[in-house]
């Protein structure tokens, strides 16, 4: 007996009336799994953070060459594709809101934005730090203009003062310790301002519109070379950078973003990030600038 039954495309391969319920139930899921594509490998997509310690711009220029680097070196250490995408945080506090809640997946900060993130979230990972020389200190600059006949911080009272951002390590916390050294607090300046980037301070001071200011060397630099007219009153230490993954990134990630970062062959990409490529780093290398933090306090 026969008994054709057109269903679709599947009944030109099979006759139905020769199989039983179980065995068409059968035959149908076979042709399932037979037709049905194979998953596509996903992506492991992440979020690069950090805020615009100079011109949104020149942050964008400086990490994504590394950035695409990093993903290759990634891809290869995990066997998946690598994806980064960027997200640049306007100011200080929002790039360190944006780690502590997992809205960027790793990220690069200042000593002091370090300090704030791991107390607002314990579980944050140190991937690694910065090296400068093979070190693990810089120096960062209180500044006046090049015509200045100021040559020390104690004839700074009575004068007035730029700042960076308010969360900054070098553009408050540690030229706030520094200050505090020579004998001047906030009651003893003119005036003082936070103009939140380094560059703007010391487009500033070269400006006429504060007597000092402090910011990171590598921007004194930049601005000295531009024609900017300042020149440096006096510098101070400060630790390298710290790159820094969310509590819920995974472990497995964190560690090949590690071991790419330390490979002793990084090519000169890595160099553009950091001079000297990076180092191995523990959270008690920043105990030197939580010291400073709680100096500014009296500030």
């Not at 200190?137 to 100021?150: L, M, N, P």
């Not at 408050?172 to 505090?180: C, G, I, K, P």
Request: with cysteine.
């Amino acid at each position: 007996m026969t008994c054709p039954i057109l269903f679709s495309r599947v009944s030109r391969l099979f006759r139905c009336a020769a199989l039983s319920r179980a065995a068409l139930g059968a035959v149908l899921a076979a042709l399932a799994l037979i037709l049905t594509p194979p998953a596509a490998q996903a992506d492991i997509t992440l979020t690069f953070g950090t805020y615009a310690a100079d011109k949104p711009t020149v942050t964008v220029k400086k990490y994504r060459p590394f950035l695409s680097f990093l993903e290759a070196r990634l891809a290869d250490e995990l066997g998946e594709p690598v994806i980064i995408r960027m997200k640049i945080a306007k100011e200080y506090g929002e790039g360190i809101s944006d780690l502590a809640t997992g809205a960027v997946d790793f990220a690069r900060f200042g000593p002091a934005s370090y300090v704030h993130v791991k107390n607002a979230d314990p579980g944050i990972q140190l991937i690694t730090m910065e090296s400068k020389m093979g070190q693990k200190r810089f120096k960062g600059v209180i500044i006046v203009h090049a015509k200045s006949s100021i040559t020390s911080l104690e004839q700074l009272k009575g004068e007035s003062f730029a700042f960076g951002d308010e969360l900054s390590t070098i553009g408050r916390y540690l030229s706030q310790a520094e200050l505090l050294d020579a004998g001047i607090s906030s009651s003893d300046l003119s005036s003082f301002e936070f103009l939140g980037r380094h560059d703007l301070v010391g487009e500033a001071v070269g400006a006429g519109r504060f007597t000092a200011g402090a910011l990171k060397e590598s921007t004194y630099q930049k601005l000295v070379a531009k024609g900017v007219p300042i020149k440096v009153l006096t510098s101070f230490d400060n630790v390298t950078k710290p790159w820094l993954a969310s509590s819920g990134t995974d472990p497995e990630i964190v560690a090949a973003m590690r071991r790419v970062m330390l490979a002793s062959e990084n090519e000169e990409i890595v160099r553009r990030i950091s001079r000297n490529g990076f180092l191995e780093g523990t959270d008690d290398d920043y105990d030197f600038v939580r010291k400073g933090m709680e100096r500014s306090m009296s500030f």
